[in-house]
């Protein structure tokens, strides 16, 4: 089927104009972000969120590559009389350390057009696809469906709870506005800092992968995951290893805490201490230095999100330090054999 044409699907409305197709390139980015843009006060989105926000043409053309799209059948774009009103996708899918393969769909719905059907529709048209990908990559027997919704998407929350999906991960979505002098503090005795240089992102990466292997969400460490990690951490827009506070003791990385800064936002993409060296003030002293960092270049609405569980006492570290919930963001899944 050529992307330029158009198609039913047996569980959609009877709705005058309503379309059905897949991405055409280039053309389709503008829509998409209007999508986003007219769904932001609805849907309480936002912007400054390091969790969430409301991604322009250019986002969408950087995750969304004409080149690399073409006739894709992942993406599925939603339209009356021709003009865009929602879009979905099953682009990215992973196997975690338990061996279980996570199919992610997300969807995006125009306010005006939610509670008609159209959403049950892309819904079931995703979790097909996604079933057709399964069936011919690893097999379906420890294969999950898995979506992301936010706490303030009431109808995108209510659809998934409808189709039998379940919350496995709740993370919390925080802010700190820096007003006062952020005072420093030693590491502990042997543990130091050192500026980031490329040939440390192995070291870097290994100490990322000891800090979160009890996560039962991780991937398994491999060169292809180590690709993702640097494409993620290094070579982003706005990935800055100036901001980075690595701690080191001989010739082994300890702890660590990625900064970045996006739009006069400061942001921690990542914080994490090898298990072995947990609970000895590291991540505080290096996300203390980081703030310092960002007070120095004029940087003060800070955002980043965690568990809302305080698994690893995450949570109570980043509340001390004055960071607090603005919002949740909510982990489905469905296994794709009951």
């Not at 409301?54 to 059948?73: H, I, K, Q, R, Y």
């Not at 006069?264 to 993409?269: D, L």
């Not at 120095?296 to 999100?305: A, D, V, W």
Request: charged share 20%.
């Amino acid at each position: 089927m050529s992307n330029n044409q158009t198609f039913t699907l047996s569980t959609a409305p009877p709705i005058p104009g309503l379309t059905f197709r897949h991405f055409r390139g280039a053309t389709d980015h503008a829509g998409m972000a209007a999508v986003h843009e007219n769904s932001r006060v609805w849907d309480q989105v936002d912007p400054r969120s390091a969790r969430e926000g409301v991604p322009t043409s250019a986002d969408l053309a950087a995750t969304f590559p004409e080149a690399e799209m073409g006739e894709n059948a992942d993406l599925l774009i939603v339209a009356i009389d021709e003009e865009v009103i929602g879009y979905n996708h099953v682009r990215w899918r992973w196997t975690e350390v338990t061996g279980v393969r996570v199919y992610l769909h997300l969807g995006y719905l125009l306010p005006a057009w939610r509670g008609k059907g159209i959403g049950q529709a892309m819904l079931t048209w995703a979790q097909g696809r996604i079933r057709v990908l399964a069936a011919s990559e690893e097999g379906d027997a420890h294969a999950t469906f898995a979506t992301n919704v936010s706490s303030t998407e009431i109808e995108a929350d209510a659809l998934i709870r409808h189709a039998d999906y379940v919350a496995v991960r709740r993370l919390s979505d925080m802010v700190l506005e820096l007003t006062l002098p952020i005072e420093t503090r030693p590491l502990p005795v042997g543990v130091n800092l050192r500026p980031v240089e490329p040939d440390q992102y192995p070291a870097i990466y290994q100490a990322w992968k000891d800090a979160f292997s009890v996560n039962w969400t991780s991937r398994p460490a491999s060169e292809a995951d180590y690709q993702i990690f640097l494409s993620d951490n290094v070579k982003g827009e706005h990935c800055d290893p100036s901001l980075w506070q690595i701690a080191w003791v001989d010739d082994q990385v300890v702890g660590l805490v990625f900064a970045q800064v996006n739009r006069e936002i400061g942001v921690f993409p990542e914080v994490a201490v090898r298990q072995a060296w947990q609970r000895r003030g590291i991540a505080r002293t290096l996300m203390l230095g980081a703030l310092a960092e960002f007070q120095q270049r004029g940087i003060h609405h800070i955002r980043l999100f965690t568990d809302a569980d305080n698994g690893q006492g995450a949570r109570s570290l980043y509340e001390s330090l004055g960071f607090r919930e603005i919002k949740q963001h909510i982990l489905y899944r469905k296994p794709l054999k009951p």
